[in-house]
């Protein structure tokens, strides 16, 4: 079983940076893929980015695709979610969550859930 709680969420004009933190807990946390996802109000969970085990393969929504960076450091248990260049489309409810599974983009293949932490960017 596995833990995972969000953080570094807030209120920001566009343009402007954050850097979310998840923190694991109670798992092997290195044996995992990790995934960022994010829902809008009215929408449906969408795929942000997503981080092999090792770390070495990372994968992007093109919506997010060279404005944030995902990275992971395993000898701290935490996975984090650069984002740069923040625009009002990017607010949302951010979620990681963990997975031994291969479809890195699908909320489905991910068996643990971290509670979301607010991101809002104004205009």
């Known amino acids: 079983q596995v833990q995972l709680v969000e953080s570094g969420g807030g209120l920001v004009q566009a343009g402007a940076s954050l850097r979310l933190s998840c923190a694991a807990s109670?798992?092997?946390?290195?044996?995992?893929?990790l995934g960022w996802f994010r829902q809008a109000p009215g929408k449906e969970r969408e795929f942000v980015a997503s981080?092999?085990?090792?770390?070495?393969?990372?994968n992007y929504a093109d919506s997010v695709k060279g404005r944030f960076t995902i990275f992971r450091e395993n000898s701290e248990n935490k996975v984090y979610l650069q984002m740069n260049s923040l625009k009002p489309e990017d607010t949302a409810v951010y979620s990681c969550?963990?997975?031994?599974?291969?479809?890195?983009?699908?909320?489905?293949?991910?068996?643990?859930w971290g509670q979301g932490t607010q991101v809002t960017v104004s205009s």
């Open positions: 109670g798992g092997s946390f290195s044996t995992y893929n």
């Open positions: 969550a963990a997975t031994r599974g291969s479809y890195y983009y699908l909320p489905g293949e991910y068996d643990y």
């Open positions: 981080i092999k085990r090792s770390g070495g393969i990372t």
